[in-house]
């Protein structure tokens, strides 16, 4: 067991002692002038190479109909703001939500949502019907969720008009 203790301490020592000697290589070989010069020549050679390559793959991408780098790349941004999006939304339910439940709980004596003068009217006026209570604060809900979209500039989920649209159906049918 000794025997084999020892070999692996000087495998170790050993490839401590060869990792320390290849990077002082490594480092006098950048620090020459000479290599830096071929380098730099090889790089300008094999550049237009490189790009050649590149664009025929670009060019078979096509043809074959499998995604490149740039593709990727691409896919995973847009990924990231919709994650972003989602996010933002989901925020804004919550909030909602929350708003939502101390209304009901009585928690809450004035709703502390920005809504239209009408709805405002419609909340403080004794309601005939409980169904009108509840499409006073469906009515503020939306004019609220669609406003904090707006504030957070969540691009493709917010149109006025529509919801304005449905709004009025809802109000008319319910």
Known sequence: MNDSQDFYKKLKEWGVKTEEELNTFIQDLLNKKDFIIFANQEGKEISPV???LQNNMEQLSIIYNFPTKNDVASVAKLAIQIEEKVDKIEETLLEL???INDIKSGNVETPVLK???NARLRQYEAPKKESQTLQ???SAVFERLAEKIKMKKIEGFY???RMKK????KNNHG
């Open 50 to 52: 490189l790009k050649k």
């Open 97 to 99: 939500s929350d708003q």
């Open 115 to 117: 809504i239209s003068e």
């Open 136 to 138: 006073s604060l469906q």
């Open 159 to 161: 149109d006025g008009n």
């Open 166 to 169: 449905n709004m009025k159906q």
